[in-house]
Structures are given as structure tokens and as C-alpha cells.
């Protein structure tokens, strides 16, 4: 019996480790995990950033979505952008455009950690109170 206590807690702990692949929040960035593929799909928009959420506004159908940024992405505070994982910093008001989708919160934890997905819910305010995510290692193109 104490063999499989130890066995229990030595998967526990291996989940735990694993944790670390999970997408975190760096100041109102969501990062994606690294484990997720990606979908077909292209997620675009300009970028709003609104106290401690930032969106991915269409105009064309003026809804927007809070965004779940490809692994490695960060917040950059001296500049107060977006530091993608190439170093690219996008700002406010620029376009970005990259392979992902748009998801439902319920499907989100696929995609990013616990931290990522409160806080991306707490933002979302569209009609399907979707989420955009970038795939997580794919390439965001940005314009000014």
C-alpha cells in the first residue's frame, strides 16, 4: 500500500513540473503553453490595450477579443508594449496578424494556464465571449 502512495505522489509532482510548459500572464500579456500545436485559422486585429486586458479589435465588425499570445511572449513595462518572442515590440495601435483561432473560455485551458485563462475571461466581452489565441510558435506579423 505505501508503494502506491509513493507512486501517486511521484505523478502529482511530474504533473507539477510539467507545469511549467503552461502560458503565464506578464503584466496584462497572456502567453500561450508551448505544448499547443495550433489551429488553421488566421487571427487578426489592432491592438487595444485597456487597463489590465488587451484586445484584438475588427473594425470591420467592431467586436473585439482578448488575446492569447504565442509562448515566449512578454510584457515589455519601459516600453509598454508587447514583446513577442523574436523581440518585435507591438504597440497600440498597430495590426497584428498570425495563424490561431478564436475559442470559447471553455476550450481555453488547452491553450493557456489557470492565471491565463481567469484573466482572459475576465475581458472577454463580445457576443460568444470569445478568446483569440495565436498558435504558439508561430510567427505574428505586425504594421504600424
Not at 487571427?43 to 509562448?71: F, K, N, Q
Given at each position: 500500500m505505501k508503494?502506491?502512495g ?10 507539477l ?5 503552461s ?64 523581440g ?5 495601435g ?40 495565436f498558435?504558439?510558435s508561430d ?6
Amino acid at each position: 500500500m505505501k508503494r502506491q502512495g509513493t507512486l501517486r505522489v511521484l505523478a502529482l509532482l511530474a504533473m507539477l513540473s510539467n507545469s511549467g510548459c503552461s502560458g503565464a500572464v506578464h503584466g496584462p500579456v497572456i502567453e500561450g503553453n508551448r505544448r499547443y500545436g495550433g489551429t488553421d485559422a488566421e487571427v487578426s486585429g489592432v491592438v487595444v490595450i485597456e487597463s489590465d486586458c488587451i484586445y484584438l479589435h475588427m473594425p470591420a465588425t467592431d467586436s473585439r477579443y482578448p488575446v492569447v499570445w504565442p509562448h515566449g511572449t512578454s510584457w515589455n513595462k519601459q516600453d509598454s508594449a508587447i514583446e513577442l518572442p523574436d523581440g518585435i515590440l507591438v504597440y497600440e495601435g498597430d495590426e497584428v496578424r498570425g495563424g490561431g483561432g478564436y475559442h470559447s473560455g471553455q476550450n481555453l485551458s488547452e491553450f493557456t494556464g489557470t492565471e491565463g485563462l481567469e484573466l482572459a475571461m475576465e475581458c472577454a466581452d463580445n457576443q460568444y465571449g470569445e478568446i483569440a489565441v495565436f498558435n504558439s510558435s508561430d510567427h505574428v506579423e505586425t504594421q504600424r
